[in-house]
């Protein structure tokens, strides 16, 4: 018996979904028989890159309940919807990034909270300039959430948890030494001085949970390995840095939130030189994190903004600001790398998309065929100059806008010296370097 041959279509090739959709066409995707595809894709490609700035709506909203500034925050290493934050008049709070409001609040210090760190095993360590290690209990149901007090010799500035799998008793504070604790014990395990200098910041390596790495306020970085008496290496840059990060997906990588309005990336396996640097902030940086996906890392600067670099960019993706936002001093992405927190002066934390066109919601699958193609259009003719000049514009207040033009006009004047001393003076007189060289003044062991 011969098999017939009947026709057959798909509904959902010529069928709406919903009521405000258009009817879907049949199109022909042969390569040969359109001449003027790529003419047609362009222009697709420059609708959909005007449509995203259109639709950037990064804001999500504000979490609101400090009184004074907020100094630090942390999210949770485990916990997606949690996020600690302290303030300059000593309390820290819990918050629910689901419901955008405070699940636990605590008077912790007299004064400002300098550090503040979160384990997996929901325990918390403050550290304040009244001189203090405070150890507490995060869960919100808890009757006496204070574990333990440490007395310190002086003022504390930073402090941060090993994750270590298993195990949440081990933590680093910075002051005027670094010190390395057990929450069983009230004398430190190991401390360790380079100098006579505070240290800023301190930071663990979240994959090599034995290396730590401090920024100094004598314009160095110190690394550490924990299960040594000594320090490993010093590096010393041209201006102090404030904020430190380790990337977590490549153990190797740190990243340094300089004074000098400049973020640097190195490689401990090369300190002579800066791996990458990001440039755009008009003032001091605060405070930087990297992504969990370690392809992305956000900063915070004393020039009222927040900025998101990509891996290995030395130009900002996106550049966040508000009216009413002042100075920032601290910022951290969400665990789903989907959202940013950042904590400013004026006591609010703002929550931000990373992406800021991003649709929030469920998507129906024709949506996400479309906002599919989109990309792949924008990312084919992503080198074409009107492409490129919407993708890269953004609207800037005006005073960053006159410092960053001012800014330009120092760097384009020092290379010009630089190029008029190279061109009078005998050959190899003056030491040729790369701008990645001269960020690194001196490297010792």
């Not at 000594?230 to 840095?241: A, G, H, I, V």
């Not at 010009?416 to 060289?437: C, F, M």
Request: proline residues 3%; charged residues 30%; contains cysteine.
């Amino acid at each position: 018996m011969e098999d017939i041959k009947i026709l057959s279509r798909n509904p959902s090739h010529y069928k709406r979904e919903t009521k405000t959709e258009l009817h879907p066409v049949h199109r022909n995707i042969s390569k040969n028989s359109n001449p003027l595809e790529t003419v047609r894709e362009y222009q697709r490609a420059l609708n959909a890159q005007k449509l995203e700035r259109v639709m950037a709506k990064p804001f999500v909203g504000a979490l609101e309940g400090h009184t004074d500034g907020v100094s630090i925050i942390a999210r949770h290493p485990s916990k997606l919807n949690v996020l600690w934050s302290g303030s300059q008049d000593g309390q820290i709070r819990k918050w629910s990034l689901t419901s955008r409001k405070t699940t636990k609040k605590i008077q912790a210090h007299d004064g400002w909270v300098r550090g503040l760190a979160v384990s997996k095993t929901d325990k918390i360590v403050t550290v304040g300039v009244d001189k203090q290690i405070k150890l507490w209990d995060g869960d919100e149901f808890s009757d006496s959430p204070e574990i333990a007090t440490i007395i310190g010799k002086s003022p504390f500035t930073s402090c941060d948890f090993a994750l270590i799998k298993d195990e949440s008793s081990k933590f680093i504070t910075s002051s005027s030494v670094v010190e390395y604790w057990d929450s069983t014990r009230s004398d430190p395990i190991r401390r360790w001085q380079w100098g006579h200098d505070s240290y800023n910041r301190v930071k663990f390596n979240p994959v090599e949970t034995d290396l730590a790495c401090t920024t100094v306020s004598d314009k160095s970085v110190v690394l550490y390995d924990v299960r040594a008496d000594e320090p490993m290496k010093k590096l010393k840059l041209d201006m102090q840095s404030n904020g430190i990060s380790w990337n977590p997906q490549q153990a190797m990588l740190f990243t340094v939130a300089n004074e000098d309005n400049n973020l640097y990336t190195f490689d401990i396996r090369n300190l002579g030189s800066a791996f990458a640097i990001h440039v755009d902030h008009t003032d001091a940086v605060l405070d930087v994190d990297w992504s969990p996906t370690g392809r992305e890392l956000v900063s915070a600067s004393y020039d009222r903004t927040v900025r998101i670099f990509q891996q290995g960019k030395n130009r900002s993706r996106e550049c966040y600001h508000i009216k009413r936002m002042q100075r920032v001093f601290s910022c951290a992405f969400s665990g789903d790398a989907q959202y940013l927190m950042c904590g400013s002066d004026e006591g609010n934390i703002r929550l931000w998309k990373t992406v800021a066109w991003a649709k929030t919601g469920v998507l129906n699958f024709r949506q996400k065929q479309s906002l599919q193609y989109s990309e792949a259009l924008k990312k084919k003719f992503a080198h074409h100059n009107d492409v490129r000049r919407i993708a890269r514009h953004r609207h800037l207040p005006k005073t960053i806008y006159k410092e960053r033009m001012k800014m330009q006009t120092m760097i384009s004047s020092r290379k010009r010296k630089e190029r008029n001393l190279q061109a009078h003076s005998k050959p190899g007189a003056v030491e040729i370097k790369s701008i990645a060289e001269r960020v690194v003044e001196e490297t010792m062991e």
